[in-house]
Nanobody, 115 residues
Framework: QVQLVESGGGLVQPGGSLRLSCAAS????????MGWYRQAPGKQREMVAT???????NYADSVKGRFTISRDNAKNTEYLQMNSLAPEDTAVYYC?????????WGQGTQVTVSS
């Protein structure tokens, strides 16, 4: 079993920054692509950014140039640096990992962008 624990969410003003972290533990040998997804009230969950274990990244158009995903393979941790946050970025952010052809999700962390 694999556990993903997120941290770093909170309330921030428009234009501000937050950094999310996600630590993986358990049977994590063979961990592959990791990513961040988000779900706003009344909307479907959407991909924000993904990063392969090779370091190749992919971003949703809405966050390109503002968000940066990274990972520390030695610590089995991924990060999401979010800059220039806007109210439309308000959502619950979920960590995701693919491990040996199975998918795992974190419990989610709330990000609220409001003045």
């Amino acid at each position: 079993q694999v556990q993903l624990v997120e941290s770093g969410g909170g309330l921030v003003q428009p234009g501000g920054s937050l950094r999310l972290s996600c630590a993986a533990s358990g049977r994590i040998s063979g961990i592959g692509t990791m990513g961040w997804y988000r779900q706003a009230p009344g909307k479907q969950r959407e991909m924000v950014a993904t990063i392969r274990n090779t370091g190749i990244t992919n971003y949703a158009d809405s966050v390109k140039g503002r968000f940066t995903i990274s990972r520390d393979n030695a610590k089995n941790t991924e990060y999401l640096q979010m800059n220039s946050l806007a109210p439309e970025d308000t959502a619950v952010y979920y960590c995701h990992a693919a491990v040996r052809a199975r998918e795992y999700w974190g419990q989610g962390t709330q990000v609220t962008v409001s003045s």
